[in-house]
């Protein structure tokens, strides 16, 4: 990352789906700022993933990009998002781009075996992939006491990851007999 455009800031946009994702991101964010700018004050710039669906606010968030060494996304792993939010992601890393800057994806919800099958991983690399930035990854796995012990999240947890199902099966081809 070029840090040296950046005198006394450095310009961090963070993107988040829900209260507690976006507190995770501020707090990754404290801890890069004193690994990698210790005597530079940090510039947030955040965003929720609902205000990205309006124009006036995507454009907006795209162009405070612009200025950003640093974008970091923080939701749900398992979840999709509506092509205004995929558009606006798009638009803010090529900003980031201009700063040589990167993007930083911070999954929840999932666990860390499933990182590189969950749905955001696979978008997010591809917007860092496609606007030539440097692309990192980390899974924020919730700790015992944050858990959902209720039988409906522990059913869902239980359930196979058809994904990667789906990423397996292909490779034996579907007229070959299967044995587990």
């Not at 829900?18 to 700022?33: P, Q, T, Y």
């Not at 980031?96 to 994806?105: E, M, N, T």
Request: net charge negative; with cysteine; glycine share 4%.
């Amino acid at each position: 990352m070029n840090l040296d455009t950046h005198t006394s800031s450095l310009d961090v946009l963070i993107v988040y789906d829900s209260v507690r994702s976006g507190k995770r991101a501020k707090e990754l964010c404290d801890r890069l700022g004193q690994q990698i700018a210790p005597d530079r004050k940090l510039n947030f710039s955040v965003w929720s993933l609902s205000a990205l669906q309006l124009p006036t606010l995507a454009q907006a968030a795209a162009s405070e990009a612009e200025h950003a060494a640093l974008l970091i996304v923080a939701v749900n792993g398992d979840k999709t998002w509506p092509r205004p939010v995929r558009n606006c992601l798009y638009w803010c890393a090529r900003g980031i781009r201009a700063a040589d800057g990167a993007l930083v994806a911070q999954l929840h919800g999932i666990q860390k075996v499933d990182e590189e099958l969950c749905p955001a991983y696979g978008c997010l690399r591809q917007v860092a992939h496609y606007n030539g930035i440097r692309f990192f990854s980390e899974v924020v796995e919730l700790p015992d006491d944050e858990l959902d012990y209720s039988l409906k999240a522990v059913h869902a947890r239980a359930q196979p990851n058809t994904s990667l199902l789906e990423a397996i099966l292909p490779r034996y081809g579907e007229d070959k007999p299967r044995s587990l």
